[in-house]
């Protein structure tokens, strides 16, 4: 009592009385449940609005920055339901409000440890969607049985969007719209209990969600650590590959946990135009086509099979921007390209004047090394899956754009993966008739293309793809997101359709550092592995052409 006493009075002495304003995201229990901030241990409930809620927010007369503080949750009569177990603390002590935080999380902003730009960054304008040091909240409100009876048919692909109201809670900012589009977005993903979502935003009303009005909720359901694919998108900003970004956010619906999740870009025109074209105004798009694997047996290899649009499989070579096309040949404009690469002589010199004059070579190439390095088995190099070529109409060439990068860093088999890139490669000339001919003709058979590819995937090796420069960030992540997976493996979901890898917290913190039950490499060891091996490849190739040389 006599402490209180004089601490209290040494604050009077040192400081004018200051108002704190503190903000929390909660969810209460019930409809008129509540939430509270205490300080020195006196309650002040917060308040919301219908236009802020879940955001709780409330002036404290007299509160300081320097005061410790802690969250409650409380019942409609006021009891305690849930009190944070740590105290929090203003880091600026002369702060006059709180970021929005997030009830029961501690920490609402981490300070990632940065990555080298191996080469020019190519990422668009920030945007407030994607803001990685930090996770949002999102509350979907569709109608409950609207979105009750879509995630109970996730596999109907043919299914309309629903209708939601949306709203987005940083620490920072709150965005709402009122009505969004709301879909099951994937292919394989629909076959587990927790679903991806897509989210559409009326970018006529000008809902335009900072500049990126089409979003996927991405449901990491393979990923134990839910860390692989935003690691691998780091790296693609890293070695200035143009990617999709990505943010965790906790998603709620109608106030309901419904999940953590990986915010995603999705490739459309926004895509286009935000980050392809870098913001540029281009008049009109080229042609886009997204390739996919998912018909059984099929890849999208890119090898040429016709002059038609019939001669290929339209879930595989899908046509989503029609560009300089004919809407009888949505094809044509890749076919030429395919043909190009179906005539192209790797062992003639020249092959990256041929292929720059067609292809953002450079581009592909790093992206390739990425596939290589990540041990990528769902990408294109292996799989023939999860990518778009999109011919680029000022460049007057294709570029290469990679998507899902979820089966990474890598849990793929690991005979498949664990090789030399030239074994990599060589497998995909072996099967008959599913050869990757931009892989094998390029980077195994062109030695032009393949020096340049050797000394992509070395550099990137050296300055970034190595466990000194790419643990800080790992370590960083287990830490950012360990209390989001542990709530979002705590989430009944026993009685949706699909199937789930049961994954648990230990499997997170286990799967970043070896193998775990269903996935066959830790993210640490596998990017060891990588980073040891590949100068061991690059160097005997070199001493092996050397000796050649010199046998001649
Ligand atoms: C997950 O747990 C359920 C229920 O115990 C079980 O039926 C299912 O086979 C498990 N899945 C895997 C991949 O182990």
């Known amino acids: 009592m006599r402490i209180y006493t004089l601490s209290g009075l040494l604050a009077l002495a040192s400081f004018t009385f200051a108002d704190v304003t503190y903000k929390v995201v909660g969810f209460p229990d019930t409809p008129d449940g509540y939430f509270g901030v205490l300080i020195n241990g006196v309650l002040t409930p917060l308040t919301t609005t219908p236009e802020t809620f879940p955001l709780w927010t409330g002036t404290v007369v007299g509160a300081k920055a320097y005061s410790g503080y802690r969250y409650l949750k409380l019942s409609p009569k006021g009891d305690i339901i849930q009190r944070e177990k740590f105290l929090r603390v203003f880091q600026n002590k002369k702060a006059i409000s709180t970021e929005n935080e997030f009830f029961l999380r501690e920490v609402t902003r981490t300070a990632l440890p940065s990555l080298p730009q191996v080469y020019k960054d190519s990422r668009p304008k920030p945007s407030k969607a994607f803001d990685e040091t930090q996770i949002a909240t999102i509350n979907l409100t569709p109608d409950p049985a609207a979105f009750a009876d879509m995630v109970a048919n996730p596999l109907d692909e043919e299914r309309k969007a629903i209708k939601a109201g949306f709203r987005f809670i940083s620490a920072d900012t709150v965005y709402s719209a009122g009505e969004i589009k709301l879909k099951v977005s994937g292919h394989g ?49 890293s070695i200035g590959v143009k990617t999709t970004q990505g943010a965790w956010v906790r998603v709620f619906v109608n106030g309901k946990p419904y999940g953590f999740y990986l915010m995603a870009e999705d490739i459309e025109p926004p895509y286009l135009r935000t980050t392809v074209h870098g ?26 099979q016709g002059p038609k649009t019939a001669d290929y499989h339209p879930e595989i070579y899908e046509n989503k921007e029609l560009g300089a096309n004919t809407k009888e040949e949505p094809m044509a404009q890749l076919i030429a390209f395919l043909k190009d690469l179906q005539e192209f002589d790797p062992s003639v010199g020249n092959g990256i004047k041929f292929w720059n004059a067609r292809l953002d070579l450079d581009g592909y190439l790093r992206s390739m090394a990425m596939e290589y390095l990540g041990g990528a088995w769902d990408a294109y190099w292996w799989k023939g899956n999860n990518y778009f070529m999109y011919y680029n109409p000022l460049q007057a060439r294709w570029q290469f754009l990679p998507t899902d990068f979820d089966s990474t860093f890598s849990d793929g088999k690991l005979n498949d993966v664990a090789t030399t890139y030239k074994k990599f490669a060589a497998r995909r000339l072996a099967r008959p008739g599913k050869d990757h001919p931009l892989i094998t003709k390029l980077i195994y058979k062109n030695k032009e293309i393949n020096t340049l590819f050797e000394s992509i995937l070395l550099k990137i090796t050296k300055d970034l793809f190595n466990p000194k420069v790419l643990e800080p960030r790992i370590d960083a992540y287990e830490k950012m997101i360990m209390e989001d997976v542990k709530w979002d493996y705590s989430l009944d979901r026993s009685k949706n359709p699909g199937k789930t890898f049961n994954f648990t917290i230990d499997d997170f913190h286990n799967s970043i550092k070896g193998p775990v039950s269903s996935v066959n490499n830790g993210i640490k060891p596998w990017i060891k592995y990588r980073a040891e091996d590949v100068p061991k490849q690059i160097k005997t190739t070199t001493v092996s052409i050397g000796l050649k040389t010199r046998i001649r």
């Open 279 to 304: 913001g540029a105004d281009v008049p009109e798009f080229g042609s886009l086509y997204q390739m996919g694997s998912h018909v059984l047996g099929l890849e999208a290899t890119l090898q040429y």
């Open 189 to 237: 993903s629909r076959k587990f209990k927790k679903l991806s979502l897509r989210v559409k935003f009326d970018d006529d009303k000008g809902e335009t969600f900072f500049d990126r009005p089409i979003i996927k909720l991405r449901a990491q359901s393979f990923d134990p650590t839910m860390i692989r694919e935003k690691l691998y998108i780091d790296n693609l900003n």
